[in-house]
């Protein structure tokens, strides 16, 4: 109250801690349920072993039965050696049928072959049995021998028992589908399941009949392994993708083995209702030790919270309330904590005044539209950015940034992965120019700035992709007229030649007429004369073809059939083209009447068609085609034509490697 002593508050929250026992409870619950948890696990084990136990037992007793049936016949058979075969063949009879376990029982000789079986097997008489293990483990043993089991046609598990003699060696085939009896019954009570292995780990018996008839096997489970070597144990094992608790027992003179497992949940459920019922007790106290803290709480938390309204209200610069409310308690504390706050309000809002001076300034500088500034930590995440940023980035906005990683931003993210590498390496700035790429797939380049301070990385950007889109634009201007410069000394070159060409082709055309207007129609060199004159036209052809390419010979457009101008230029291609490319022609019947410079375009088709030689080194197909067709008028535009009308389309196609686009560009050129 006021005017009275303060309280100490460490008084207040020692004396509270003195009415909570909680620990000492908990410590004492561990213990209870450490030791509960050892003493059910021990009994579930306990029951898993016994069940175990039992089930071998019981196959045991099973199997036991079956030696001493056997061991009657081979008494039997021993008392009357003189006894006749049908006498033989009817007691094997009885035998067999008064146990329905048994599907064949068999006598052999010392030599292991098979003297009398039933029932009655013409195949099977006279067989020699000797070298199956199971007998000859028997006869050398002299005890009645188990041999491995085997799963019969109709899935069934069945297993050899041999009795040896001192003549006879009773064998008898058994069907073990007893074994599945004793299985069931073990599924229906409250322990889970029980699977019966042979003494190669091969399962004979489990409420899973498909395993049986598989002959699956579980030698490799390490409880099963150290059980077929005799050694007797429980463990939790993972069995068909469940936590089971396992025993396993074995049978004895089989050396078979029983797997008794059951679900962890089902096996400690008794553990877990105990565990539950301490869990509700030591709730139960913590429940009681919540409300007595409580309640202390709510007068300690009393003052607490005016400090708490006192220290807000100087956070946010305004008036300081009053200390509380009258009849409310007062902490010694506390109140030296107060005073200590309102010393410092007058220094904190001298500070904040000059820090918020110093921001004005920062956030002038961060937000210059001309450099982008960046803060994202060392695995990429963008912690802050200015509007320059987010312009170079191409985002609406700054806040649109934030959470993002700048990773993402990077044409190549090697790039930003070896700029922090340097950046962490050297310890300074790193300086480097990199590529950038918008959330719309435009390209950007930037001049980077990146420094380390701290846990992050302060990157400074400037958008370059200006300046670089114009250096790439002067370097390509630059490169186009050094080639037409080239272009330009080629035509030149090539108008030269062809000019002075020309005149020497006038020359041995001129003479060539002479001769041929001197000699005979029938002469016998009329023909050679005849084919300088074709020779020199066609030269004539293509130096007119070279004058034009340098620009010093016009076009001569004219009507023509362009299926005369394609087979003449066949017959030359057929030359160039070799054996391996297979030449076609596709021409139409009626004329194809168009007006072009006839040895222009047959200078194209010579250079389509050795272009395509090159591009099929291991042969191929060439095929030229021609057509009339109809256009419209957007399809003319689209190929440079002057409107709508009918055209003659020609086609030259082969089967070659393709083309690039820097490739088509000159694919009219040899």
Do not use: C
Request: aromatic letters at 2%; a negative charge.
């Amino acid at each position: 109250m006021i005017g009275s002593r303060p309280t100490p508050l460490s008084a207040w929250l020692t004396g509270s801690a003195l009415l909570i026992a909680l620990v000492p409870a908990l410590l004492l619950g561990g213990v209870a349920l450490r030791d509960l948890s050892a003493r059910e696990q021990e009994r579930a084990a306990e029951r898993s072993a016994q069940l175990a136990q039992a089930v071998a037992g019981e196959v045991g007793r099973i199997l036991q039965a079956q030696v001493i049936h056997l061991t009657e016949v081979s008494i039997e058979a021993e008392r009357h050696p003189e006894a006749s075969a049908a006498w033989l063949e009817e007691t094997l009879d009885v035998h067999v049928a008064a146990n329905p376990m048994l599907r064949a029982l068999l006598l052999t000789d010392r030599r292991g072959r098979v003297i009398h079986e039933r029932p009655a097997d013409p195949d099977l008489h006279g067989t020699d049995l000797s070298r199956q293990p199971w007998l000859e483990e028997a006869w050398s043993t002299g005890a009645p021998t188990w041999s491995a089991a085997t799963i019969s046609p109709t899935g069934r598990p069945v297993v050899t028992l041999v009795v040896p003699g001192a003549r006879w060696a009773v064998v008898g085939y058994l069907d073990l589908a007893a074994l599945s009896d004793i299985v069931d019954r073990i599924r229906g009570g409250p322990a889970g399941g029980a699977t019966v292995l042979d003494r190669d780990g091969a399962i004979l018996a489990d409420r899973d009949v498909a395993l049986v008839r598989q002959h699956a096997s579980l030698r490799e489970l390490p409880l099963v392994k150290r059980a077929l070597y005799g050694e007797e144990g429980t463990e939790v094992i993972s069995l068909r993708g469940e936590d089971r608790l396992a025993s396993v027992a074995t049978v004895p003179s089989t050396r078979w083995v029983v797997l008794v497992a059951e679900p962890v949940q089902a096996a400690f459920a008794k553990l877990e209702r105990s565990r539950l019922l301490l869990l509700l007790v030591l709730a139960g106290g913590l429940a009681a030790a919540g409300l007595t803290s409580a309640l202390l709480s709510r007068r300690i938390l009393r003052p607490v919270r005016a400090l708490g309204a006192r220290v807000r209200a100087l956070a946010a610069g305004e008036p300081l309330p009053a200390a509380g409310p009258a009849g409310a308690i007062r902490f010694r504390e506390l109140e030296q904590l107060t005073a200590g706050f309102e010393a410092m309000a007058q220094a904190v809002r001298g500070r904040q005044e000059a820090l918020e001076r110093s921001e004005a300034n920062l956030r002038h500088i961060v937000e210059t539209p001309l450099v982008g500034v960046l803060r994202t930590d060392l695995a990429s995440e963008i912690l802050f950015a200015n509007e320059a940023m987010a312009r170079i980035l191409g985002v609406p906005s700054a806040a649109a940034l934030a959470g993002r990683r700048m990773v993402d931003f990077y044409v190549d993210p090697e790039q930003r992965r070896q700029v922090v590498e340097d950046v962490l390496a050297s310890g300074q700035s790193v300086n480097r120019e990199v590529e950038l790429r918008t959330p719309a797939g435009e390209r950007r380049v930037g001049l980077l700035n990146v420094t380390q301070e701290g846990d992050a990385l302060v990157s400074l950007v400037a958008d370059i992709t200006a300046l670089k889109q114009s250096a790439a634009e002067r370097e390509r201007l630059e490169q186009q007229l050094e080639r037409a410069q080239r272009i330009e000394a080629v035509g030149r070159l090539a108008g030269g030649v062809a000019h002075d060409l020309n005149n020497v082709l006038t020359a041995i055309i001129g003479y060539a007429h002479m001769l041929a207007e001197a000699l005979p129609p029938e002469h016998e060199e009329r023909e050679s004369v005849d084919g300088i004159l074709e020779a020199a036209g066609r030269a004539t052809g293509m130096t007119r073809s070279l004058l034009t390419f340098s620009r010093k010979q016009p076009l001569q457009p004219r009507p023509v059939d362009l299926r005369d101008l394609v087979r003449g230029a066949a017959a030359l291609l057929r030359r160039l083209l070799g054996e391996d490319v297979e030449f076609v022609l596709d021409l139409p019947q009626e004329p194809l009447v168009a007006v072009v410079d006839p040895a222009r375009l047959e200078q194209v088709l010579v250079n389509l068609g050795t272009n395509a030689r090159d591009a099929m080194p291991g042969g191929g197909r060439l095929t030229v085609a021609a057509a009339h067709v109809e256009l419209q008028a957007g399809d003319a535009a689209r190929h440079g034509l002057g409107g709508a009308g009918a055209f003659v389309r020609l086609t030259v196609s082969d089967e070659g490697q393709g083309m690039t686009e820097e490739v088509q560009r000159q694919a009219f050129e040899p």
